[in-house]
């Protein structure tokens, strides 16, 4: 168990409307990272908060957006899904926001299914 | 062309073998190299961190970085079923975006 949590594990949905997945960093990370895995593209990297502030961003979509909450929580939210769209999402966390290397950890995942 | 590209595999071995799993880039920025294991339905983890050229060994695990080739290698010594999962290569350049290979499927035969 990497300490960090994702909620919901799975969710199903259908194409047009909006999701939002939730990330609980482990505890003292400032740091977070969402991630998109799908079986023709791996895993891609959307986005970095730290401490609340946008820090990387990667190949996400304008379709989508994230934030980080003052107790470090973080929300990823998808609208106007497509079938493309389903995938699973990993958020990770780490202690800074270094723009070089730290080690990161990654929740489970929530697996999103768009119908 | 993508940034990094990894055998594609999946890699079948027997119980024991030495397995070598590999990684080309594009990117000469890349200056952190990192090799995740990846159970099927769970995160990736953290196997092995690099920063320089050369190896870095950790019990059965060797990483290997030839910065001149744009080449890393990840060595498993003695191969055990346990080790059976997606390995994924990973790089980051000093902005830290990490970039992920596409990933390697092991199974390892008992």
């Known amino acids: 168990d990497s300490g960090v949590t994702q909620t919901p594990k799975h969710l199903i949905t259908a194409t047009g409307q909006r999701v939002t997945l939730r990330c609980s960093p482990r505890?003292?990370?400032?740091?977070v990272y969402w991630y998109q895995q799908s079986l023709d593209q791996g895993l891609q990297f959307l986005i970095q908060?730290?401490?609340?502030?946008?820090?990387a961003k990667g190949n996400i979509l304008e379709r989508f957006s994230a934030q980080q909450f003052p107790d470090l929580h973080s929300e990823l939210n998808l609208s106007s899904l497509e079938l493309g769209d389903s995938a699973l999402y990993f958020c990770?966390?780490?202690?800074?926001?270094?723009?070089?290397?730290?080690?990161?950890?990654f929740g489970p995942g929530t697996r999103l299914t768009v119908l | 062309q993508k940034e990094v590209e990894q055998d594609p595999g999946p890699l079948s071995v027997p119980e024991g073998a030495i397995v070598s799993l590999n990684c080309t880039y594009s990117n000469s920025a890349f200056q952190y190299f990192m090799w995740y294991r990846q159970y099927s339905r769970k995160g990736p983890e953290l196997l092995m961190y690099?920063?320089?050229?050369g190896n870095k060994e950790d019990g059965r695990f060797t990483a290997q970085v030839d910065k001149s080739s744009k080449y890393i290698s990840l060595f498993i010594r003695d191969s055990q079923p346990s080790d059976s999962a997606t390995y994924l290569c990973a790089m980051n350049t000093n902005a830290g975006k990490s970039t992920f290979g596409d990933g390697t499927t092991l199974t390892v035969k008992p």
């Open positions: 690099t920063y320089s050229s």
């Open positions: 990770a966390s780490s202690v800074l926001g270094d723009l070089s290397y730290n080690e990161q950890f």
């Open positions: 505890s003292g990370d400032l740091s």
């Open positions: 908060y730290y401490n609340g502030e946008e820090r």
